[in-house]
């Protein structure tokens, strides 16, 4: 079985350098494909596939032009991969999946570099280091995290918020754990509360915490220094002073970017520890309805709240560790009336307000709606397996 690992990484200057100037070769590369697919299709009116722009490039292009020799100083596989990259994000906006593929910007640090496995000492992992191609050894953040007798599929090497990432995709040999033993658990994701369990477990909003709100108010503030930096550039742009003010707005933009890391890391690990609860209980399965998402980020009023709450990620990884541990996944459909069905008599309340936060039946039945939703995704029959 395939699992991926992240761990931060501690690499030496030179091996900085060489990260940076690999991240920036792929990232180049990357945009210069999209754009010269743009020109090519306004010209001709065709596509150019990754496999003929990597022959263009590297038989006419670059030997044409002795100023992009640079390219070249780095991994031809590394640069072939974001070749690969662009065309796939292509082929996903020609198949309706995403928008036009857009350009990476430096800034965002959302460029992952592709080391290739060139020998068989490559990708060695050991208790507190691991082996790169290109890089040698580094030295790893957390000891023993990943299994030492792994076999590395492929690896990337990424940046954020000055601070270094390495993914690894290895082949495990994962033995089945026995089968679970206890009851099914309906879990209902909100926003007042991230998750409701019919077994009593209740999962508050991690947003709305004070370690949360204490990151996002800093936010505020460094994001308003940065802002102020940018509007000192445009007045100083001519005088002595700019290529200060310009060292000065890359130490203010790498400030943001550990806040918004900061926020990630708590709410990813908040997630992680609510899946973590969830197999624990060892139900025979687990349900949860399956959102629109997209049709809720519409809502000018609810799309951060629910873009905070990351519900993707939830449910992505819900599905990864329950496979792992027997746990049958059930997706219950998202038309399936959980909130205005009566869990006792299943009556069905109409006119049921999304203010209305306590469920009355006319039986008598006087319970939380989050919790009235989550007894009835237990108990729905129909739905789908994960």
Request: hydrophobic share 35%; net charge positive.
């Amino acid at each position: 079985m395939k699992k991926a690992y992240k761990i931060e990484i501690k690499p030496t200057g030179e091996q900085i350098t060489k990260i940076h100037q690999t991240i920036g070769v792929s990232r180049f590369i990357y945009n210069f494909y999209i754009a010269h697919n743009k020109e090519v299709y306004k010209n001709e009116k065709k596509f150019v596939s990754g496999m003929d722009f990597s022959k263009w490039l590297n038989n006419e292009y670059i030997p044409n032009n002795q100023d992009k020799e640079w390219i070249k100083a780095v991994s031809s596989k590394a640069t072939k991969q974001a070749i690969m990259n662009g065309e796939k994000a292509f082929k996903k906006f020609f198949t309706g999946e995403s928008g036009f593929p857009k350009f990476k910007k430096k800034k965002n640090q959302d460029v992952k570099v592709y080391f290739p496995k060139n020998n068989k000492t490559d990708w060695t992992i050991e208790r507190h280091r691991v082996k790169i191609p290109t890089l040698g050894w580094i030295r790893l953040k957390e000891f023993g995290y990943i299994p030492v007798d792994s076999v590395v599929k492929s690896g990337t090497v990424n940046q954020k918020a000055d601070r270094y990432y390495v993914s690894i995709l290895v082949e495990e040999n994962i033995i089945s754990k026995s089968k679970p033993y206890s009851e099914g658990i309906g879990v209902d994701l909100g926003l007042k509360d991230f998750a409701i369990c019919n077994n009593g477990i209740s999962k508050k909003n991690i947003n709305k915490t004070k370690i949360v709100k204490k990151a996002e108010k800093k936010l505020k503030r460094e994001q308003r220094k940065l802002s102020r930096k940018y509007e000192s550039l445009k007045l100083r742009n001519k005088k002595e002073k700019g290529e200060a003010i310009r060292q000065n707005i890359q130490k203010q933009i790498v400030n943001v970017q550990k806040i918004h890391q900061r926020l990630t890391n708590i709410r990813t690990d908040y997630i992680n520890k609510t899946v973590s609860e969830l197999v624990k209980q060892k139900p025979s399965f687990i349900a949860i309805e399956d959102l629109n998402v997209k049709g809720m980020m519409k809502n000018k009023y609810l799309a951060k709240a629910v873009a905070q709450q990351k519900f993707y990620d939830f449910r992505t990884k819900l599905i990864s560790k329950a496979n792992q541990n027997n746990i049958e996944v059930r997706i219950v459909d998202r038309w399936y009336p959980s909130s205005k069905l009566c869990s006792c008599c299943k009556a069905y309340k109409k006119d049921l307000k999304l203010s209305d936060r306590i469920y009355k039946c006319e039986c008598g039945n006087v319970i939380d709606r989050d919790l009235n939703a989550s007894i009835n995704l237990a108990n729905a029959k129909k739905y789908k397996i994960a």
